[in-house]
C-alpha cells in the first residue's frame, strides 16, 4: 500500500510541477499578442462593382461574347449583374463584336445563345465538345449523341381532338448520318415539349401551342443554314489565319538559315523533304529571338543530314552516267574486236570489275568521260579474273560457254517481259539437269572420252558419229542378243543427246561409237543432205534477201560476198538450211536491251539491220554490222542436225541397262500432264530456244 501511495503521489507532483513551470514560463515571457480581425480580402475583379453602372456598361460592351459569359460566372454579385434583365445591351454590345453572327432567335436569351455558340461545353455531360449540331440547335459531344439522340414519336393529342398531332413537327430533328429514313431529335427537348403538349387540357390552348412550337421550329431551321455558313468561314478564316502563321514562320526561319549560309541546300530540298514539314518549323507561332535559339541546333542538324542525303542522290545519278560512258565504251570494244570466238562480258558484269567500278565509284568532283575508260582498253581482256575468256526456256539443257551469256543469267525480267533491264551474271537461275547430266555422261564415256574431265571442246574436237542400239535395224535373227551386222543412224555427240531425250526419256538406250571408215561416211553423207536442203530453201525463198546477195554500197564486192558467206562456210556449225541456226546478232544493238541474248536466223537479222539500221538489203558486212554469238543456241524446236542412215558390219551385243531412275523433269508439278505430251510430240521439240520463245522474226524489230 504504501509503495502504491509513493507511486499515486509521483504523477500528482509531476503534474504540479508541470503546471507551476508552465506558470512561470508565462510569467517571464512577453505577453501575447492581440488577435487581429481577419477582413476577406477582395479580388481585383470585385472593384469593378464599385464603379458606376453606366462607366461599368460602357466597359463590359467592349468585351467579348464569350468574356461576358464567364465574367458573369466568377461570382454570385457578377451573375446578378450580368445575367438580369437590365444587363441586355451589354450582351447585345459583346455580340455585335463578332462579325458575320447570326442574330440570336427569338426563342433563346442572348446568355443562351452565347453559350451555345462560343461555350465549347457538352449541354449533357459538360465536357468539352467543339462542335454545334446546327440541325438540332445543341451542343454536343460524340459520346452522348447516341444516348441522347432518339427516334421521334407519333404522339396524338386528347380523344376530342378532331386531327391527331404529329409530334415531330414542334421539336427540331435531322436524319441519321448511317439511316437517312430515320430522323431523331434531343431527348431532353423531346421530352420537354411533350410534357408541355400533354400538360394542356384545352383545345384552343393546344392549337395555340402547336402553332407556335411549329413557327419556332420553321424559324430555327432558316436559322441553322446561316450558322451552319457563318461556321464554316470561321473555319476557313482560321485556318487560313492558321496558314499565314505557318508561312510567316517558315519564312524567317529559311531567312534565318540562309544567312548561316544554307541558302543553296534549301533549295535543293526535296518536296518530301522540305522544310515546312519540319516539326520545329510547321508551329502556327511567330518567330522569336528566343524560339529560334531553341531550335537552331536541331535545323542546322537536319541540313545537314539534307546535304547528305543529297549527294548520295547526286553520286547515284552520276554513277548510272557514268556506267553508260563505259558501256558505250565497252560496245566500242566488243565491235572492234569482232570476230570473236569466246565470251564476253555484259555492261553489268563489265562495270564491276575493280578497275571500272574504282573509276564509276570515283567522288563527284572527279570528271569521268570516255577517255578516261578507253585509256583501260588495252587492260580489258585481263581485267575480272579473265572474264574476257572471249530469256529463259524452263528445263532446257545448256552447253558451256553459252550459259555465260544465256539471257536469263544477264537480265531481270521479273517484273514484264518487256521490261528487262542488264544486271550482273548471276547463277541462281541454274540448277543441274540431272536428267541430261546422266545422258550426256553416257555420250562422253561412249565416245571415249572421261566424263569427270571432258570439256565441250574436246567432245567438239572429238567429232564422233554414234549409233543408237534401240533404234539400229539388226539383220540378225538373234536381234540384239548377238554381234552383227545392223542398220544405223549417226548422230553427233550433241543430237544424241537430243535424240536420247526425245525419244528414249522413259527407257534409256545404250549408244555405240562407230569406227574411223563409218564416221567418215556419216559426214560425207550429212554435207550431200545440208547442201541438198540449202539448195531446196534457197528456191523457195524469192522475197526474202538470202545471206550471199551482193553488196550494193560500193567496195570489194568479192570480199564483201566472201565476208557474208563465211557463216555457211563453217563446218563447225552446219545445220539443216530448213531450220537455220539461230546464232546470229546484230553489232549495232551490242548492250543494249535489243540486243542482248537474243540470237536470230541470218535472213532475220539482215531484216533487222534493214528496218532498224537502214542497211540495204544485202549489204550487210559480217563482223561489222552482224555477228555470229559465241555463244549461240545447241537445240532446235524443229529438224536436228542430220543423221544419216548406214550399214555397219558389226554392232555389238546391246548391253544390260539398268531402269531409269531420274525423271526428266523432276521439279514440275505437271509431270503427268508433260509426259503425255512428250509422248504425243517428243520432249525438247516442244520448246524454242531463242529468249522469247521463237527464233527470231520481224516481230522482235
Same mark, same amino acid.
Not at 421539336?171 to 411533350?194: A, D, I, Q, Y
Not at 578497275?355 to 583501260?376: C, D, G, R, Y
Not at 547430266?437 to 567429232?463: F, H, N, Q, R, Y
Not at 562407230?514 to 553423207?525: G, I, K, P, S, Y
Given at each position: 500500500?504504501?509503495?502504491?501511495?509513493?507511486?499515486?503521489?509521483?504523477?500528482?507532483?509531476?503534474?504540479?510541477?508541470?503546471?507551476?513551470?508552465?506558470?512561470?514560463?508565462?510569467?517571464?515571457?512577453?505577453?501575447?499578442?492581440?488577435?487581429?480581425?481577419?477582413?476577406?480580402?477582395?479580388?481585383?475583379?470585385?472593384?469593378?462593382?464599385?464603379?458606376?453602372?453606366?462607366?461599368?456598361?460602357?466597359?463590359?460592351?467592349?468585351?467579348?461574347?464569350?468574356?461576358?459569359?464567364?465574367?458573369?460566372?466568377?461570382?454570385?454579385?457578377?451573375?446578378?449583374?450580368?445575367?438580369?434583365?437590365?444587363?441586355?445591351?451589354?450582351?447585345?454590345?459583346?455580340?455585335?463584336?463578332?462579325?458575320?453572327?447570326?442574330?440570336?432567335?427569338?426563342?433563346?436569351?442572348?446568355?443562351?445563345?452565347?453559350?451555345?455558340?462560343?461555350?465549347?461545353?457538352?449541354?449533357?455531360?459538360?465536357?468539352?465538345?467543339?462542335?454545334?449540331?446546327?440541325?438540332?440547335?445543341?451542343?454536343?459531344?460524340?459520346?452522348?449523341?447516341?444516348?441522347?439522340?432518339?427516334?421521334?414519336?407519333?404522339?396524338?393529342?386528347?380523344?376530342?381532338?378532331?386531327?391527331?398531332?404529329?409530334?415531330?413537327?414542334?421539336?427540331?430533328?435531322?436524319?441519321?448520318?448511317?439511316?437517312?429514313?430515320?430522323?431523331?431529335?434531343?431527348?431532353?427537348?423531346?421530352?420537354?415539349?411533350?410534357?408541355?403538349?400533354?400538360?394542356?387540357?384545352?383545345?384552343?390552348?393546344?392549337?395555340?401551342? /402547336?402553332?407556335?412550337?411549329?413557327?419556332?421550329?420553321?424559324?430555327?431551321?432558316?436559322?441553322?443554314?446561316?450558322?451552319?455558313?457563318?461556321?464554316?468561314?470561321?473555319?476557313?478564316?482560321?485556318?487560313?489565319?492558321?496558314?499565314?502563321?505557318?508561312?510567316?514562320?517558315?519564312?524567317?526561319?529559311?531567312?534565318?538559315?540562309?544567312?548561316?549560309?544554307?541558302?543553296?541546300?534549301?533549295?535543293?530540298?526535296?518536296?518530301?523533304?522540305?522544310?515546312?514539314?519540319?516539326?520545329?518549323?510547321?508551329?502556327?507561332?511567330?518567330?522569336?529571338?528566343?524560339?529560334?535559339?531553341?531550335?537552331? #541546333?536541331?535545323?542546322?542538324?537536319?541540313?545537314?543530314?539534307?546535304? /547528305?542525303?543529297?549527294?548520295?542522290?547526286?553520286?547515284?545519278?552520276?554513277?548510272?552516267?557514268?556506267?553508260?560512258?563505259?558501256?558505250?565504251?565497252?560496245?566500242?570494244?566488243?565491235?572492234?574486236?569482232? #570476230?570473236?570466238?569466246?565470251?564476253?562480258?555484259?555492261?553489268?558484269?563489265?562495270?564491276?570489275? #575493280?578497275?571500272?567500278?574504282?573509276?564509276?565509284?570515283?567522288?563527284?568532283?572527279?570528271?569521268?568521260?570516255?577517255?578516261?575508260?578507253?585509256?583501260?582498253?588495252?587492260?580489258?581482256?585481263?581485267?575480272?579474273?579473265?572474264?574476257?575468256?572471249?530469256?529463259?526456256?524452263?528445263?532446257?539443257?545448256?552447253?558451256?560457254?553459252?550459259?555465260?551469256?544465256?539471257?536469263?543469267?544477264?537480265?531481270?525480267?521479273?517484273?514484264?517481259?518487256?521490261?528487262?533491264?542488264?544486271?550482273?551474271?548471276?547463277?541462281?537461275?541454274?540448277? /543441274?539437269?540431272?536428267?541430261?547430266?546422266?545422258?550426256?555422261?553416257?555420250? /562422253?564415256?561412249?565416245?571415249?572420252?572421261?566424263?569427270?574431265?571432258?570439256?565441250?571442246?574436246?567432245?567438239?574436237?572429238?567429232?564422233?558419229?554414234?549409233?543408237?542400239?534401240?533404234?539400229?535395224?539388226?539383220?540378225?535373227?538373234?536381234?540384239?542378243?548377238?554381234?552383227?551386222?545392223?542398220?544405223?543412224?549417226?548422230?553427233?555427240?550433241?543430237?544424241?543427246?537430243?535424240?536420247?531425250?526425245?525419244?528414249?526419256?522413259?527407257?534409256?538406250?545404250?549408244?555405240?561409237?562407230?569406227?574411223?571408215?563409218?564416221?567418215?561416211?556419216?559426214?560425207?553423207?550429212?554435207?550431200?543432205?545440208?547442201?541438198?536442203?540449202?539448195?531446196?530453201?534457197?528456191?523457195?525463198?524469192?522475197?526474202?534477201?538470202?545471206?550471199?546477195? #551482193?553488196?550494193?554500197?560500193?567496195?570489194?564486192?568479192?570480199?564483201?560476198?566472201?565476208?557474208?558467206?563465211?557463216?555457211?562456210?563453217?563446218?563447225?556449225?552446219?545445220?539443216?538450211?530448213?531450220?537455220?541456226?539461230?546464232?546470229?546478232?546484230?553489232?549495232?544493238?551490242?548492250?543494249?536491251?535489243?540486243?542482248?541474248?537474243?540470237?536470230?536466223?541470218?535472213?532475220?537479222?539482215?531484216?533487222?539491220?534493214?528496218?532498224?539500221?537502214?542497211?540495204?538489203?544485202?549489204?550487210?558486212?559480217?563482223?561489222?554490222?552482224?555477228?555470229?554469238?559465241?555463244?549461240?543456241?545447241?537445240?532446235?524446236?524443229?529438224?536436228?542436225?542430220?543423221?544419216?542412215?548406214?550399214?555397219?558390219?558389226?554392232?555389238?551385243?546391246?548391253?544390260?541397262?539398268?531402269?531409269?531412275?531420274?525423271?526428266?523433269?523432276?521439279?514440275?508439278?505437271?509431270?503427268?500432264?508433260?509426259?503425255?505430251?512428250?509422248?504425243?510430240?517428243?520432249?525438247?521439240?516442244?520448246?524454242?530456244?531463242?529468249?522469247?520463245?521463237?527464233?527470231?522474226?520481224?516481230?522482235?524489230?
Amino acid at each position: 500500500m504504501d509503495s502504491e501511495a509513493a507511486s499515486s503521489s509521483k504523477p500528482r507532483a509531476t503534474r504540479a510541477s508541470s503546471k507551476r513551470k508552465a506558470e512561470a514560463t508565462t510569467t517571464v515571457d512577453a505577453p501575447a499578442p492581440k488577435r487581429t480581425k481577419i477582413t476577406k480580402k477582395k479580388g481585383s475583379l470585385q472593384r469593378l462593382l464599385d464603379i458606376s453602372l453606366d462607366v461599368l456598361f460602357e466597359i463590359l460592351g467592349h468585351l467579348q461574347p464569350l468574356d461576358v459569359l464567364r465574367l458573369g460566372r466568377v461570382s454570385k454579385e457578377f451573375r446578378r449583374l450580368l445575367f438580369h434583365k437590365s444587363s441586355i445591351s451589354i450582351w447585345k454590345s459583346g455580340l455585335a463584336n463578332v462579325p458575320g453572327l447570326p442574330p440570336c432567335p427569338p426563342s433563346m436569351t442572348e446568355p443562351q445563345w452565347v453559350s451555345l455558340v462560343f461555350d465549347q461545353t457538352c449541354q449533357v455531360c459538360f465536357k468539352i465538345a467543339r462542335k454545334v449540331d446546327w440541325r438540332l440547335f445543341i451542343r454536343i459531344c460524340t459520346k452522348c449523341t447516341k444516348p441522347s439522340l432518339v427516334p421521334v414519336e407519333y404522339i396524338y393529342g386528347l380523344t376530342t381532338t378532331p386531327e391527331p398531332v404529329l409530334l415531330a413537327q414542334l421539336v427540331l430533328t435531322r436524319t441519321e448520318s448511317n439511316r437517312t429514313w430515320k430522323h431523331v431529335s434531343f431527348s431532353p427537348e423531346f421530352t420537354r415539349v411533350k410534357a408541355l403538349y400533354e400538360a394542356i387540357s384545352n383545345r384552343e390552348e393546344q392549337a395555340k401551342f /402547336v402553332q407556335e412550337r411549329k413557327d419556332i421550329v420553321k424559324d430555327l431551321k432558316a436559322r441553322a443554314l446561316l450558322c451552319e455558313e457563318w461556321t464554316r468561314s470561321i473555319t476557313d478564316n482560321r485556318s487560313e489565319e492558321l496558314a499565314d502563321l505557318k508561312e510567316e514562320r517558315f519564312k524567317a526561319i529559311s531567312a534565318k538559315l540562309t544567312d548561316l549560309g544554307w541558302g543553296d541546300e534549301l533549295e535543293e530540298l526535296l518536296p518530301c523533304d522540305s522544310l515546312r514539314f519540319h516539326k520545329s518549323v510547321k508551329q502556327p507561332t511567330r518567330l522569336t529571338d528566343r524560339t529560334w535559339n531553341a531550335i537552331k #541546333p536541331d535545323l542546322i542538324k537536319y541540313m545537314e543530314q539534307m546535304k /547528305v542525303e543529297r549527294l548520295a542522290r547526286e553520286l547515284v545519278v552520276i554513277i548510272v552516267k557514268r556506267k553508260d560512258i563505259a558501256g558505250k565504251v565497252l560496245c566500242a570494244y566488243k565491235r572492234s574486236q569482232l #570476230p570473236w570466238n569466246e565470251v564476253m562480258p555484259t555492261a553489268a558484269d563489265f562495270c564491276l570489275f #575493280p578497275e571500272i567500278a574504282k573509276i564509276v565509284q570515283s567522288p563527284l568532283e572527279v570528271v569521268v568521260n570516255e577517255q578516261t575508260f578507253e585509256q583501260l582498253s588495252d587492260s580489258f581482256p585481263i581485267m575480272g579474273n579473265g572474264l574476257f575468256l572471249g530469256g529463259s526456256i524452263p528445263l532446257q539443257p545448256l552447253y558451256w560457254p553459252r550459259v555465260l551469256e544465256h539471257g536469263c543469267m544477264t537480265q531481270d525480267s521479273s517484273l514484264w517481259s518487256y521490261m528487262k533491264r542488264s544486271v550482273p551474271w548471276r547463277a541462281d537461275v541454274l540448277s /543441274v539437269d540431272e536428267f541430261t547430266k546422266e545422258v550426256v555422261e553416257k555420250i /562422253v564415256a561412249a565416245s571415249g572420252l572421261d566424263p569427270k574431265t571432258a570439256t565441250v571442246e574436246e567432245m567438239d574436237a572429238a567429232d564422233v558419229r554414234l549409233a543408237c542400239h534401240l533404234c539400229a535395224t539388226r539383220t540378225s535373227a538373234a536381234f540384239t542378243s548377238e554381234a552383227g551386222p545392223a542398220t544405223v543412224n549417226g548422230f553427233s555427240w550433241r543430237n544424241a543427246v537430243l535424240h536420247e531425250g526425245d525419244n528414249h526419256h522413259r527407257n534409256p538406250t545404250a549408244w555405240h561409237k562407230l569406227d574411223a571408215e563409218e564416221t567418215e561416211a556419216v559426214r560425207a553423207m550429212e554435207k550431200v543432205v545440208l547442201e541438198k536442203a540449202r539448195i531446196a530453201a534457197t528456191q523457195d525463198t524469192e522475197d526474202v534477201p538470202m545471206h550471199d546477195a #551482193p553488196a550494193e554500197d560500193g567496195g570489194n564486192a568479192d570480199e564483201r560476198k566472201e565476208q557474208e558467206q563465211a557463216p555457211l562456210e563453217d563446218e563447225s556449225s552446219i545445220l539443216p538450211a530448213s531450220n537455220p541456226e539461230v546464232a546470229w546478232c546484230c553489232a549495232h544493238c551490242l548492250e543494249t536491251p535489243q540486243g542482248r541474248g537474243k540470237p536470230m536466223i541470218l535472213d532475220a537479222i539482215l531484216g533487222h539491220l534493214s528496218v532498224r539500221h537502214d542497211t540495204k538489203l544485202g549489204s550487210a558486212v559480217l563482223n561489222k554490222d552482224f555477228y555470229r554469238s559465241p555463244a549461240a543456241p545447241e537445240l532446235y524446236t524443229e529438224d536436228h542436225f542430220p543423221a544419216p542412215s548406214l550399214d555397219v558390219a558389226v554392232l555389238p551385243k546391246q548391253p544390260q541397262i539398268a531402269p531409269r531412275e531420274v525423271p526428266r523433269y523432276p521439279n514440275n508439278p505437271n509431270t503427268g500432264l508433260r509426259s503425255y505430251f512428250e509422248d504425243m510430240f517428243g520432249g525438247y521439240d516442244s520448246y524454242s530456244d531463242s529468249e522469247d520463245g521463237h527464233y527470231g522474226d520481224y516481230d522482235d524489230y
